[in-house]
């Protein structure tokens, strides 16, 4: 027999891909391949054996001194053609010759041959070959007792495979609820701090009116009424990420010109930008039509373009533009900010729930990054694409692909309109 056996830890490079064959403990203490191979060697008396699982790179190969890997080659596996349906090949079947004959081709020698087939669901998921040089035949009692144990590895296989799938479906969701444990730890110090001030100015509007002149009464209107409404959109925006995650968005995607968005998000954060002395321009040409859910879209450009502002300098100089242009079937439109900038890390955490330092805006604001969540999650439920360029103390932007408008009509027609509950 020639084969070219390969020690461990020099070319066994491939064994990450060897999924079947490491959970069944290959190059462990509960190595269930070496006892499978060693026990069916002992009842039929074979000196070697075989076991391949279908798309494994490395075969493993079994005698009285050793259970070694050799490299496949692609023929090696393209043995499901001398089964025909068959669980057994021997020296009986119709094919048995042909089946010799071509495993003598591999490097295989042998007088004797038998081999079994590792069947799943009706589906083939590897072989066991069991060979020798000697000339006696064997014993149809053994071979029904080793076809017998073939199904009990067979069965282990899918005990070990489940399991792992379920221990991968635990740890999944593990990590989940702990990220979403810190996330709302995270949400709820920041409701907790703006209320302690709201609190705190409202105690001194009650209690000690008569000691405030016009002046400071202002500074507190103005304190609460920005408190206020930072906090309200937080809770919209927990609101909205929450719908989102159970499901309760329906998703309604028409035609409709990104212009008209653009336009609402500029009239809704206008007075934010003066307020900070920056220009918010809106370039987008009239026109420019996709075919998304407008109300989704139009929500992740306001988010957008309100972080821009956030965290925009203002002393004068500051810009924050949003743009459109047609990218074959997709058309991008980008919010560009002439801003604070981010450090790589912060760009690999943005569209993460396990946010853990809220960073503050030119002006001191507060947020948890729960927007930027949401609007990958909208973009995603759009079968578009969202990303992201910073560099720090040069500005940021984001861009986002969508699908370009199917016809030149403001909204699909009734007989087309699909409405997707998001599950």
């Known amino acids: 027999m020639v084969l070219q056996l390969l020690e461990i830890g020099t070319q066994t490079e491939l064994l990450a891909s ?7 403990g290959v190059y462990t203490d509960d190595n269930r391949i070496e006892d499978f191979l060693k026990f069916a060697r002992g ?17 493993w190969y079994a005698s009285d001194h050793e259970v070694k890997a050799f490299l496949a080659k692609a023929d090696e596996q393209k043995l499901d053609q001398f089964f025909q349906n068959q669980t057994r090949v021997d020296k009986y079947s119709n094919n048995y010759q042909e089946f010799s004959d071509y495993i003598h081709q591999l490097g295989v020698g042998h007088e004797r041959l038998v081999a079994f087939d590792l069947k799943y669901d009706q589906e083939s998921i590897g072989k066991v070959l069991l060979f020798d040089d000697q000339v006696l035949d064997f014993v149809e009692k053994q071979l029904k007792i080793v076809e017998e144990f073939v199904q009990s590895l067979v ?34 110090h920041d409701l907790r701090a703006p209320f302690h001030g709201l609190l705190g100015f409202s105690e001194v509007l009650a209690q000690e009116r008569e000691t405030l002149d016009e002046s400071n009464v202002q500074n507190i209107a103005d304190y609460l009424y920005d408190t206020t409404q930072s906090t309200y959109n937080l809770l919209e925006s927990l609101l909205n990420w929450a719908m989102a995650e159970g499901g309760r968005f329906v998703y309604h995607p028409i035609n409709f010109d990104l212009h008209q968005s653009a336009k609402i998000v500029c009239d809704v954060l206008n007075s934010l930008a003066v307020k900070k002395n920056i220009q918010l321009i809106n370039t987008i040409p009239v026109g420019t039509k996709v075919n998304a859910d407008i109300n989704m879209i139009t929500s992740v450009m306001q988010n957008l373009v309100s972080n821009a502002l956030k965290f925009t300098h203002t002393d004068g100089r500051g810009v924050v533009s949003i743009v459109a242009e047609a990218q ?8 560009q900010d002439t801003g ?8 690999n955490e943005l569209f993460q729930q396990k946010m853990t330092v809220s960073i503050k805006g030119t002006a001191g604001e507060h947020g948890t990054g729960l927007g930027l969540v949401l609007c990958k999650r909208f973009v995603d439920l759009n079968f578009g694409e969202i990303e992201v360029n910073s560099k720090e103390g040069e500005g940021t932007i984001f861009k986002v692909r969508l699908p370009i408008a199917t016809s030149g009509h403001q909204a699909l027609s009734t007989e087309i309109k699909k409405d997707i509950t998001l599950g």
Not at 328 to 335: L, M, S
């Open 18 to 24: 060897c999924r079947l064959s490491l959970l069944m």
């Open 43 to 59: 009842i039929l008396q074979t000196d070697s054996a075989l076991l391949t699982f279908k798309g494994e790179p490395y075969i």
């Open 155 to 188: 069965n282990i296989i899918q005990l070990r495979v489940e399991n792992a799938e379920l221990k991968e479906a635990y740890e999944q969701q593990s990590a989940l609820n702990f990220s979403k444990t810190k996330f709302f730890q995270i949400i709820a």
């Open 328 to 335: 074959g079937d997709q058309v991008q439109f980008a919010i």
């Open 340 to 347: 604070l900038g981010m450090s790589q890390a912060q760009i």
